[in-house]
């Protein structure tokens, strides 16, 4: 292994240890760790914005499209953040960013969430699709309050929990594997990656050390 790739490696163990330490506590280390992931997930974020806005404004310009400058004075609008005499600019690209964004994401939503949903609701055409059927009726009824839900009303809302509890579930489970798979990742990393596991004992070295001096001092 290469001495810049083995660095890497351990550079990329140790702020994962620092990481981790929090399970502890937070402390000096941890502090580290996040501030230098966030700083470089910022640094590398922002270039990459770049570096696509000028991907996506390279062949406008090529054909004399000149207009597309405004998006350039747009973008360095933001800066003015920083002033309070001309804090006011800012307003502008907040103003169409946000707006741009609402249109385009009120459509997509109306057409894939509302749309689609009712398509797909009311087609009928196997045992699937009867049960998104029924799933989507009760958990809509369940939050219907104009009538009193006694009767059959109330089986049919009972029915619609039952849906939204399943929904619910299956979205925490999901969300709790996909936290546990890269947990798993970075442990199988720590431990199949050399020189990565040299920092193990270290680590735990490190911990008790620190635990120690902390009831030290409560002492």
């Known amino acids: ?6 660095l890497t490696v351990l550079a990329g163990s140790g702020i994962t240890l620092a990481l981790l330490s929090y399970l502890w506590r937070e402390n000096l280390a941890f502090r580290i760790a996040e501030h230098a992931y966030i700083g470089a997930a910022a640094g590398y974020g922002t270039l990459v914005l770049a570096e696509n806005a000028w991907r996506l404004l390279e062949a406008p310009l090529a054909r004399g499209e000149w207009y597309w400058y ?3 004075v747009l973008g360095l609008s ?9 804090f006011w600019l800012y307003r502008y690209p907040i103003a169409y960013v946000i707006g741009n964004d609402i249109g385009v994401v009120v459509a997509r939503s109306v057409k894939t969430q509302f749309l689609e949903q009712i398509r ?4 009928i055409t196997d045992l699937n699709a009867a049960i998104i059927a029924v799933g989507v009726f009760t958990a809509l009824f369940y939050f219907y309050s104009t009538m009193e839900h ?3 009303f109330r089986g049919v809302s009972k029915i619609g929990i039952y849906f939204l509890m399943g929904a619910f579930g299956a979205s925490f ?3 709790v594997m996909a936290r546990i798979s890269l ?20 680590a735990i070295l490190l911990l008790f050390i ?4 902390d009831r030290r001092k409560k002492t």
């Open 1 to 6: 292994m290469e001495t810049i790739e083995a």
């Open 70 to 72: 405004l998006t350039i």
């Open 78 to 86: 933001y800066f003015f953040f920083f002033s309070k005499n001309y």
């Open 120 to 123: 797909v609701t009311t087609t």
């Open 150 to 152: 006694k009767g059959v």
């Open 173 to 175: 489970g999901a969300t």
């Open 183 to 202: 947990l798993i990742g970075r442990l199988r990393f720590l431990y199949f990656t050399e020189p990565a596991y040299y920092l193990i004992p270290v």
């Open 210 to 213: 620190g635990i120690f001096m």
